[in-house]
């Protein structure tokens, strides 16, 4: 029972990063009903910037200047990049973040450097033991943070101006900008929300560990969770990170008891077949709008 409740622990500490991650995407997609690739590079890049600032100014002060930063970088990209082909394909929008997420790890991988980097983060490995479960301090934190963006992000939501039209645009474009609505300010601010979202979850991603280029990589495991919860759901991309999380560690830990048939740890395909499974029973999402078509 402690190996399964430890496992559950990892699991949430986990499912937190990739919950960020999932917000991310979600509010891009209520905004301008386009998936933004952009979002690893973004996370890869928040990591490394605090990894430089750390040192300098503390771990704290690194990670609130460095996701500022990268909501500003990804600010900048959606005017520069994005805003230019509003009105064409979806898909051509989706290619173009494609783009933006190759340049801007790349651009991030230079900083990386040949040494070790790490962000600075004051729980490295440390690893509280409660009635025999294992639970590291960089997931509590994790876990803690994430619930505190998300409840942030709700009052945003509920209790502001900004809020109040970016929920207006995600329901019908049109009729936000007939009353009025900036749509092109809600794109800006959807698109730094997700850069900051994305630089928050990149330092997590990274506590404890050197920074690898191929950090970015777990940013992937977020596309399962918005599937999983749903496009238009934050609430979805919540529970969807946090179970996806829990699920694969569990199967991760115990993977020789259930699949010894198999060499390499199945916990790393667990979230892409919850995908599977979910597009073929519910294709919105367990959370998502159920769209109808007339013809």
């Known amino acids: 029972m402690t190996e399964l409740l430890t496992a559950v622990s990892i699991g949430a500490g986990n499912g937190s990063v990739y919950a960020l991650l999932a917000l991310g995407f979600v509010i891009i997609y209520k905004a301008m009903s386009v998936i933004s690739f952009a979002q690893p590079a973004f996370m890869l890049s928040g990591a490394v910037l605090v990894s430089h600032l750390s040192p300098r100014m503390g771990f704290v002060a690194a990670v609130v200047v460095g996701t500022i930063a990268i909501a500003v970088v990804a600010l900048v990209v959606e005017r520069v990049a994005v805003r230019p082909m509003v009105g064409k394909a979806v898909f051509v929008i989706a290619i173009i973040t494609i783009g933006i997420d190759i340049v801007v790890r790349v651009v991030a991988g230079a900083f990386v450097g040949v040494d070790p980097r790490t962000i ?19 997931h509590i934190a994790a876990f803690v943070v994430t619930g505190l963006v998300v409840a942030l992000l709700f009052a945003f939501f509920r209790f502001t101006r900004m809020g109040l039209a970016m929920r207006a645009t995600a329901l019908d474009q049109e009729a936000a900008m007939a009353q009025g609505v900036d749509v092109g300010r809600v794109f800006a601010v959807s698109w730094a929300l997700a850069g900051a979202l994305a630089a928050i979850a990149g330092v997590f991603a990274s506590a404890g560990n050197p920074i690898d280029q191929n950090l970015w990589i777990i ?42 048939f198999l060499d390499t740890n199945s916990g790393a395909i667990v979230p892409y077949i919850l995908m599977l499974l979910v597009l073929l029973v519910r294709p919105q999402g367990l959370f998502g709008t159920k769209e109808v078509e007339r013809v």
Do not use: N
């Open 120 to 138: 600075g983060d004051p729980w490295g490995l440390d690893v509280t033991t409660i009635g025999g479960v294992q639970v590291q301090h960089r």
């Open 219 to 260: 940013a992937l495991t977020a596309l399962p969770v918005i599937i999983l919860g749903g496009l238009d759901s934050l609430g979805g991309a919540v529970l969807g990170g946090l179970v996806i999380g829990i699920v694969q560690a569990v199967v991760s830990t115990y993977h020789s008891t259930w699949f010894p």
